[in-house]
Nanobody, 117 residues
Framework: QVQLVESGGGLVQTGGSLRLSCVAS????????MGWFRQPPGKEREFVAE????????HYADSVKGRFTISRDNAKNTVYLQMNSLKPEDTAVYLC??????????WGQGTQVTVSS
């Protein structure tokens, strides 16, 4: 059974930084793409960034390019999202997802990020 567990959210001031972690378990993820999404209050879930577990190629939403960095630690089965220069509009529940060839099939429970102005 695939399990994704996020951590690292919290309250931070504008311009601050946070690092989110997503620990994956339940299968071998070498062929998977891991992603971070976010859901702001009252809005739809939106894509933030993703990384190919094998090879490490990345893709970012335009809104976070240059501020957020996605990375992974194969030995720890963990994907990270380093978030710098945070803005109030980054406030959301951040979710980790996993997909293999198609849409995202697995999701974590999410972690709250709140950026105060």
């Amino acid at each position: 059974q695939v399990q994704l567990v996020e951590s690292g959210g919290g309250l931070v001031q504008t311009g601050g930084s946070l690092r989110l972690s997503c620990v994956a378990s339940g299968r071998t993820f070498s062929t998977y793409i891991m992603g971070w999404f976010r859901q702001p209050p009252g809005k739809e879930r939106e894509f933030v960034a993703e990384i190919r577990w094998s090879g490490g190629s990345t893709h970012y939403a335009d809104s976070v390019k240059g501020r957020f960095t996605i990375s992974r630690d194969n030995a720890k089965n963990t994907v990270y999202l380093q978030m710098n220069s945070l803005k109030p509009e980054d406030t959301a529940v951040y979710l980790c997802g996993a997909r293999s060839g198609g849409g995202y099939a697995y999701w974590g429970q999410g972690t709250q990020v709140t950026v105060s102005s």
